[in-house]
């Protein structure tokens, strides 16, 4: 037992070929090879529709684009973080403590934080090239750039060490934390930026009126990043759970020499 | 039949119920698995030696006994809780003196004592008491416990475990930066507390006179428990 | 849970009298903020309008080195082990270094104050003095429950001293905006103009009921949580 995953070697579960083709089928399971194909299916719809097949806008042009993919991938950041607190509460709320929640919150977590990051780029981009501003003082693009730090903040505490179930529990309590931090920012900013009246630059985050293809365009892209964020999570909480699987089963033959140490002594 | 019976103050069910009972039980420090697989078993009232080398687990098996390290596995029950099921249930009845002592440097002997003993219960006598005992209430009460020497603090800590009034002692080396006289005081404080009712758990090297305190003997390597004695 | 939470605070605040650490250190950080935000910033009008902003940085900075303190105080010695030995009531330990970060914060913010009305020409409106204590005291109660549940959080752990700011800033953005939005409103700040030339002593009081939410949600949190965050070694 011990064996199976100190030595990729001998691993049976591992393939013959050598190279990356050894990794090949060690996580993947029928479902999430379905699932992988129907995302890249998605996405080479959403390239067409994005970028082809759907018109110009009458005011922005192409820049539009973007929206194709900016608008999926909040979608996808704020998904991934609401999963987040969502497999927090119920590692922690629930009699007995199942690691696999924590192990889905820390995936999760980290492919928010990636999408989060996409988000606020191509968001930049296009307030770029419609508005002429990156960035704008409104309650949600600071609400989001507060919970990208903030997330970032949570990957961190994940890394503070310790037990399998330390890391869970600190991570968990911290997780529900900051559900609670993100009301409450949003909910200041949104009150501090109706103060200002200044109707001068519009909200560069402001609703695009779209309709037709382009909504159809959109929706492509949500549900095909949707299905890219699941076949990300699935795998990654799959790594998580090798890797964790890998410290417990070193325990085995980490404890053999140690017994054996005490062997050496009374021999020695 | 002995004046104060620890065994009854313990619990109510079974006169000779162990205050500490572990079986085959695994404890790990980030990977490393202190604790291989160690059984032991200790009575009321016992003063119980563990030696062994260093690194053989004997701190890991003391901070185990006070709640502070889960079980990986295997069970351990401590003054009848079962300490899978809840750890912290055995905390204020158990007293931990380990490498550090625990105590604010800003703060004098007598605040030290006084901080622990309050959040324990015990009232001002028994504060003063325990500094009586070992020495520490004449001018050393006052000063601020960063300014001690190492063997002062090992008194002071001794002084706020006492105040706790805890049933099991767990000393991990307590005898290291004690002078001579430090250590005869500590084998007194030692005696009395069992006198008292309390059990103690003692990790040393200092074989000679942890030997004259001690009822029974166990040497602890590579994670376990190897052997056992009585000690006349 | 109330008599260790006593116990904690007094213990937290005769060290602090006995150290005199945040007399001695702290103060100074703070007040040299100030200064520094001067040089800074380095047009008079400006730093009169934004002085309400500045102080609570400065507080927000300044926070971060109490929180860092009142860890390290424990973890010096392997306090905290033995306050989790003792089975010392956690949610108590909680309120008890709350109250005393609480305490130390008023002090500085006091002497803030003070710094603030000579280094930048502040001139508070009497009117605003009750505003200006209750927002203060109302914002410190948050920012002691707060600080003292991440410093719980990061207390003993390799690389707190980065992860501590990571974690706290965020968390305090509500306070610094509604409590400088409520120290404008009450400093009867008149920027001439025009743009905030409305601001009247009663727009602050919707902000003191928002940081008042925010101590009430942090608080409660901090009691239930801190307990489970000591536990794990």
């Given amino acids: 037992m011990s064996a199976t995953l100190t030595n990729a070697e001998n691993d049976p579960r591992l393939g013959t070929r050598s190279g990356f083709g050894r990794w090949a089928g060690v996580t993947s399971t029928g479902f999430s090879r379905g699932l992988g194909i129907a995302t890249i299916v998605g996405l080479v719809w959403l390239v067409l529709f994005g970028l082809v097949f759907s018109p110009q806008d009458i005011v922005q042009d192409s820049s539009v684009r973007i929206l194709y993919v900016h608008v999926p991938t909040a979608w996808v950041a704020y998904l991934a973080f609401g999963f987040t607190a969502f497999s927090s509460a119920m590692y922690l709320f629930r009699k007995k403590k199942s690691l696999a929640w924590d192990r889905v919150a820390g995936a999760s977590a980290e492919i928010g934080v990636m999408f989060m990051g996409l988000t606020l780029i191509t968001g930049a981009l296009w307030g770029r090239l419609t508005w002429g501003v990156f960035w704008a003082w409104d309650a949600r693009l600071t609400t989001t750039a507060f919970l990208f730090v903030t997330y970032i903040g949570y990957l961190a505490v994940r890394r503070l060490g310790g037990s399998h179930q330390a890391r869970a529990k600190r991570s968990s309590i911290f997780g529900l934390l900051a559900v609670l931090e993100i009301p409450l920012v949003h909910f200041s900013v949104l009150l501090w930026r109706s103060l200002h009246q200044e109707a001068s630059v519009a909200n560069p985050n402001g609703d695009v009126k779209m309709d037709g293809l382009m909504l159809f365009s959109l929706f492509v892209g949500i549900i095909s990043f949707s299905l890219l964020y699941f076949w990300l999570v699935l795998h990654r909480q799959r790594v998580l759970y090798l890797e964790d699987r890998y410290e417990d089963a070193d325990l085995d033959s980490a404890l053999a020499e140690r017994r054996s140490e005490s062997q050496a002594a009374s021999n020695g | ?232 | 849970m109330w008599r260790t939470a006593r116990l904690v605070a007094a213990k937290d605040l005769t060290i602090e009298w006995r150290s005199r650490q945040v007399t001695n250190q702290v103060l100074p950080f703070a007040g040299l903020t100030l200064v520094l935000f001067a040089f800074a910033l380095d047009r008079d009008d400006i730093t009169v309008r934004v002085a309400p902003g500045l102080f609570w940085l400065a507080t927000t900075f300044s926070l971060i080195v109490l929180v860092q303190r009142a860890f390290d105080v424990e973890t010096a010695d392997g306090a905290l082990d033995t306050l989790r030995v003792a089975g010392v009531d956690p949610a108590g330990i909680y309120l008890g270094k709350a109250l005393a970060l609480a305490v130390q914060l008023v002090v500085l913010e006091t002497l803030l104050l003070i710094g603030v009305i000579v280094f930048y020409a502040t001139n508070i409106d009497p009117a605003g003095y009750v505003l200006t204590a209750v927002t203060a005291l109302v914002a410190t109660c948050g920012l002691a429950f707060v600080g003292t549940l991440y410093g719980g959080l990061a207390a003993g752990a390799k690389g707190r001293e980065t992860l501590l700011p990571l974690l706290l800033l965020p968390v305090v953005a509500p306070v610094l905006i509604g409590a400088t939005r409520a120290f404008e409103a009450a400093f009867g700040t008149d920027g001439g103009d025009g743009i905030r030339s409305g601001v009247e002593i009663a727009d602050g009081w919707p902000w003191v009921g928002m940081l008042a939410v925010f101590a009430a949600v942090f608080g409660a949190a901090g009691v239930l949580a801190f307990g489970p965050l000591m536990e794990e070694a």
Avoid at chain 2, 152 to 158: H, K, N, V
Avoid at chain 2, 168 to 183: I, T, V, Y
Avoid at chain 2, 197 to 202: E, K, L, Q, R, S
């Fill in chain 2, 1 to 232: 039949m002995p004046a104060s019976d620890p065994a009854n103050a313990a619990s109510s069910t079974d006169a000779a119920a162990p205050v500490v009972e572990l079986d085959d039980v695994v404890a790990v420090l980030g990977r490393f698995p202190a604790l291989a697989g160690a059984t032991l078993r200790v009575n009321p009232g016992e003063v119980l030696l563990l030696k062994g080398p260093n690194g053989a687990g004997k701190t890991t098996l003391l901070r185990l006994c006070a709640g502070l390290l889960p079980l990986e596995r295997g069970h351990a029950t401590v003054l009848g809780h079962n300490l899978a099921v809840d750890r912290s249930a055995i905390r204020s009845e158990v007293g931990l003196l380990g490498h550090q002592n625990g105590l604010y440097g800003d703060l004098s002997v007598r605040d030290n004592v006084r901080f622990w003993g309050r959040t324990a219960g015990a009232s001002e006598q028994e504060i003063a008491a325990a500094l009586a005992q070992l020495g520490l209430d004449g001018r050393l009460a006052t000063v601020a416990a960063g300014r001690l020497s190492a063997g002062q603090r090992r008194r002071t800590a001794l002084a706020c475990l006492i105040a706790r009034r805890a049933r099991l002692w767990l000393l991990d080396e307590p005898h290291a930066g004690l002078d001579a006289e430090g250590r005869d005081l500590l084998d007194d404080v030692i005696r009395q507390s069992v006198a008292a009712g309390a059990t103690v758990m003692v990790a040393s090297h200092e074989l000679e006179r942890a030997q004259a305190l001690a009822t029974r003997m166990v040497t602890v390597s590579g994670g376990l428990v190897v052997a056992s004695e009585a000690v006349s």
